[in-house]
Nanobody
């Protein structure tokens, strides 16, 4: 299994920015595709962004395209989610997930 720890959440005003980090440990001898999901109160968990193992392919939910950017630093076993122009509807707990279907504990983002 891969252990994932998210950080970087917090409270920010609308229009502000945050950068989330997801540090992986454990079985990291190979790279996996990684993704970010979020879950708002009373709503189902939804996919936000994903990145391929090599980092060459990135996908985004329509609701965050042009505002969020996913990236990875393989040397640090870390995946990032840069979130700009944040909106109140971005308020949620954000989770990191690996291609092994391991999940982090989540980090709260409040706009």
């Amino acid at each position: 299994h891969v252990q994932l720890v998210e950080s970087g959440g917090g409270s920010v005003q609308a229009g502000g920015s945050l950068r989330l980090s997801c540090a992986a440990s454990g079985y990291t001898r190979r790279s996996y595709c990684m993704g970010w999901f979020r879950q708002a109160p009373g709503k189902e968990r939804e996919g936000v962004a994903g990145i391929s193992a090599a980092g060459g392919t990135k996908v985004y939910a329509d609701s965050v395209k042009g505002r969020f950017t996913i990236s990875r630093d393989s040397a640090k076993n870390t995946v990032y989610l840069q979130m700009n122009s944040l909106k109140p509807e971005d308020t949620a707990v954000y989770y990191c997930v690996s291609g092994t279907n391991d999940w982090g504990q989540g980090t709260q983002v409040t706009v």
